[in-house]
């Protein structure tokens, strides 16, 4: 989603500028743009699509400055055409944004009848007509930046720069985030740590409400109130470098199999490994007497804590409940007092989830963050959070972060379990035995590929698809179906493979392919029977199973095509069953040669609701 950089400097700023635009390509993006400013007047460039579009207009429109500010857009307001690509500018302003002004039709009435001609559908562009107008009735850069705050409402992270203030680089926040990186004689902004961390190995986020003026030498930050503020400065630790894709085609093939890897890195952090038991961190509340868990997500985040419900419920008997971040918030439901709510998200900046999280620490919730991006929004903002160490997650669709989401879950549903005295010391160590088996179940089916190509080869040409299972096998089945209409674009539906005959039958027809997700546990036996529906009508099954699974099936295999997994249980089926469904799903878009990391429409990270 969309991605800001801006710099300061002594030297001539566009190759930086385009350069930092690289390194917010990953959120997800249609258009993109540079402003700066040059003998107090403002210049930009912006091209429609890819960025290498933009550095092609560089090539023959210099743009001199030694201040800039730049943008990719993730459309809202406006299609993806060069006139809505930002920055958006006046002869006075140009401004960059990350967010929604939601009362964008109001103001943008008032201008119009005031005489305002507007270039873009932008919302953008009210602010930066906003800004113009409090310029010309004489305030100074930062009043007119801090009056027009006021007028507007929604959420934003603006990068601004000012044509008669040539050294000063203006930032806010409001709901997005957005952070100072500063390097020797200059200074940088960026909305994410990974735009920073190539300049700067430190790094400043703003708070909701400040407005940041920055130099090449220094910078001062300003609160809601307009006192002059300290933020923390945090060291760039982690190396955050967008590893390369080595012998990998797609960053997704490439986080596809890093998943054995990352998994046992996140597992060391949770996992006594001389002792086989879990070592999650005490969190800053008590855990032992929590009256229930509620899960918030969104996207395949949602569907790991649909998974996580299983353990939640069984390994602690406490009332789980699994909400869907963008329906939960604003149907603000009575919450039990002493309850507990998890907010699962890899970015940790989705602006739903984000909202929930809020929402339910105003109700005295205990909260608490899984997340990828240790030093998100939600992360701060919860009252405690645990890191899923899957690294940095490139493609657009999620798979290690995803897997790795799975196993904090398990750990903390053990570990709450252990405290409110439903699990006993034992079963402890089963669970840890069977998280430390995962990495090499989920080779075993890596060394197996070559059989998913030559299924994918079969399914190369098909235009629908089911993905049907039973208890953790029926959110794993809706990533599998997520997976595939993301990145090939094919329209897949996963449902539980009881519920079928209650409606999705009806589509069942010759050749329709169906994945069946069945592992030989006590539900076996029903998700055949289903198996069974699906055959009588000709549909074309795909069946996910174990050996054991494929003998108690008898002569019914020989008219279904199988992919055989290693036997698993509670806690290893859900990680030993998505990946072939990844695998499918990234094998599938490859040969209809879809843009595998970065699918049409999709953004990394939801920064708007
Ligand atoms: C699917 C996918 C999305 C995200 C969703 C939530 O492959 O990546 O559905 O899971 O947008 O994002 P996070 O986890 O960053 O909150």
Redesign the pocket.
């Known amino acids: 989603m969309c991605g800001i950089i801006g710099l300061v400097s002594k030297k001539e700023v566009s190759s930086t500028l385009v350069e930092g635009l690289k390194r917010l390509e990953y959120r997800g993006y249609d258009s993109s743009g540079i402003a700066t400013i040059s003998n107090e007047k403002i210049e930009r460039v912006r091209s429609k699509g890819n960025l290498k579009f933009l550095e092609e207009k560089l090539l023959s429109t210099s743009l001199p400055g030694n201040i800039g500010i730049g943008h990719t857009r993730w459309a809202t307001h406006g299609t993806p055409e060069e006139k809505n690509a930002h920055p958006h500018i006046t002869d006075k302003v140009a401004v960059v944004h990350n967010g929604i002004i939601e009362n964008n039709n109001q103001l943008r009435n008032q201008l119009i009848e005031a005489g305002t001609k507007f270039a873009s559908d932008t919302d953008t562009e009210v602010v930066c007509h906003i800004i113009t107008s409090y310029i010309n009735s004489g305030l100074s850069a930062y009043d007119s930046i801090r009056a027009s705050i006021n007028d507007i409402r929604g959420t934003y992270a603006f990068g601004v720069l000012i044509a008669s203030e040539p050294n000063k680089l203006f930032a806010v926040r409001g709901g997005s985030p957005i952070a100072i990186g500063s390097a020797d004689e200059e200074n940088y902004i960026g909305s994410d740590t990974y735009s920073l961390s190539a300049y700067s190995d430190n790094i400043t986020y703003l708070k909701d409400g400040d407005i940041a003026i920055i130099e090449n030498k220094s910078y001062e930050i300003f609160d809601q109130s307009n006192s002059l503020v300290e933020r923390e400065k945090q060291s760039i630790i982690e190396s955050v470098t967008l590893s390369e894709k080595g012998i990998f085609k797609h960053f997704m093939s490439k986080e596809i199999h890093e998943q054995p890897e990352v998994i046992a890195k996140s597992l060391s952090n949770y996992i006594d490994m001389d002792n086989s038991l879990l070592c999650v961190p005490d969190l800053p509340y008590d855990l032992s007497t929590i009256s229930n868990v509620t899960l918030v997500?969104?996207?395949?985040?949602y569907y790991a804590g649909l998974i996580a419900r299983d353990w939640f419920e069984k390994f602690t008997n406490v009332k789980v409940d699994v909400e869907i971040a963008s329906e939960f918030r604003y149907r603000e439901p009575p919450m039990d007092s002493n309850g507990l709510t998890i907010f699962?998200?890899?970015?940790g900046?989705?602006a739903d989830?984000l909202a929930a999280l809020k929402h339910c620490k105003s109700l005295g919730q205990k909260t608490i963050s899984i997340v990828n991006v240790g030093d998100s929004s939600m992360c701060r903002n919860s009252h405690a959070s645990l890191k899923i160490f899957a690294g940095p997650e490139i493609g657009?669709?999620?798979t290690k972060?995803f897997t790795c989401q799975l196993i904090v879950l398990a750990c903390l549903a053990i570990k709450i379990g252990r405290l409110n005295g439903s699990l006993n010391k034992d079963q402890e160590k089963d669970y840890v035995k069977s998280l430390l088996s995962i990495p090499r179940l989920i080779s075993n089916t890596l060394d197996k590929e070559d059989e998913i190509v030559k299924l994918a080869h079969d399914l190369s040409n098909i235009t629908t698809t089911l993905y049907l299972g039973r208890g953790q096998m029926y959110p794993v089945a809706m990533e599998g179906a997520?997976?595939l209409k993301?990145i090939s674009y094919v329209h897949a539906e996963g449902y539980p493979a009881g519920e079928m005959k209650h409606g999705p039958i009806a589509l069942l027809e010759r050749d329709l392919p169906v994945f069946m997700m069945a592992p030989s546990n006590t539900l076996y036996e029903k998700t055949v029977s289903n198996l069974n529906e699906v055959i009588a009508r000709d549909a074309s099954v795909i069946l996910l199973t174990d050996e054991k699974g494929l003998e108690n099936i008898g002569y019914l295999k020989d008219k279904i095509k199988t992919f055989l997994v290693d036997e698993t249980d509670i806690i290893s089926a859900p990680f030993v069953y998505t990946l072939p469904n990844q695998l499918i799903a990234y094998h599938i878009a490859l040969l209809k040669g879809t843009d595998v990391d970065q699918p049409r429409n999709l953004a990394k990270?939801?920064t708007v609701e």
């Open positions: 997500a969104c996207g395949s985040s699962i998200s890899q970015s900046e989705t989830t657009v669709a999620s972060a997520l997976k993301e990270s939801v």
